[in-house]
């Protein structure tokens, strides 16, 4: 990361980098990354400008940008929201998580597996978490989960299973196996409407 990189200057460099307020339809954040669609994806920086701005690293899926950060999302985003409705960046309060320990490690590696939905099954076995997925194209490459900073020591992909070995597996497994319940149940509802 470069020198002096608050986050409000991250918030202005990535909203910039975005192609300015007017190309963001839709913002939210996750855990590490700020998700967002874009309406021209040809108005998006490149991946290279992103990482010189202090991202980690940049995944994208058409029109949908996601730019990982880590823990620093909540207010990052909290600015980038301010500056996009045209508030003063400076009478931001910064939101923090409401998360344990266990609880934060478990959703950063939670959204190292895509989109909603690509997770099919998740199990435990010693020190590593087994995940099932539709599309290992969407998984971060362990690279960037080892960035994240959450204990990955090692990961292995066999077929559509990735296997993460981490330090607190059966808590942290537990936990992403309640957020993939609790998504799945939103894609259900949102499916039917």
């Not at 975005?18 to 874009?38: F, Q």
């Not at 490690?105 to 690509?118: I, P, Q, S, V």
């Not at 199990?123 to 204990?151: A, E, H, R, Y």
Request: hydrophobic share 45%.
């Amino acid at each position: 990361m470069r020198k002096g990189n608050s986050f409000s200057q991250q918030a202005v460099d990535y909203l910039k980098d975005l192609g300015g307020s007017a190309n963001v339809e839709d913002i939210v954040n996750c855990a590490s990354r700020i998700r967002v669609t874009v309406n021209d994806v040809t108005a998006v920086a490149s991946d290279k400008q992103f990482i010189a701005d202090g991202a980690i690293t940049v995944v994208r899926h058409g029109k949908a940008i996601q730019v990982i950060v880590g823990l620093d999302v909540p207010q990052i985003l909290s600015v980038m929201r301010q500056l996009i409705s045209g508030l003063d960046i400076y009478d931001a309060e910064l939101d923090e998580y409401g998360l344990t320990p266990i609880g934060e490690k478990a959703t950063m590696l939670y959204e190292c597996f895509g989109l909603d939905g690509n997770i099919q099954q998740i199990t435990v076995s010693n020190d590593q978490i087994i995940v099932q997925v539709k599309d290992v194209s969407w998984v971060d490459p362990f690279d960037i989960m080892l960035q994240l900073g959450i204990g990955v020591t090692a990961v292995k992909t066999v077929d559509t299973r990735i296997f993460v070995e981490i330090a607190d597996a059966t808590d942290i497994a537990r936990q992403m196996l309640m957020m993939n319940m609790t998504k799945s149940k939103e894609l259900m509802r949102h499916d039917s409407n």
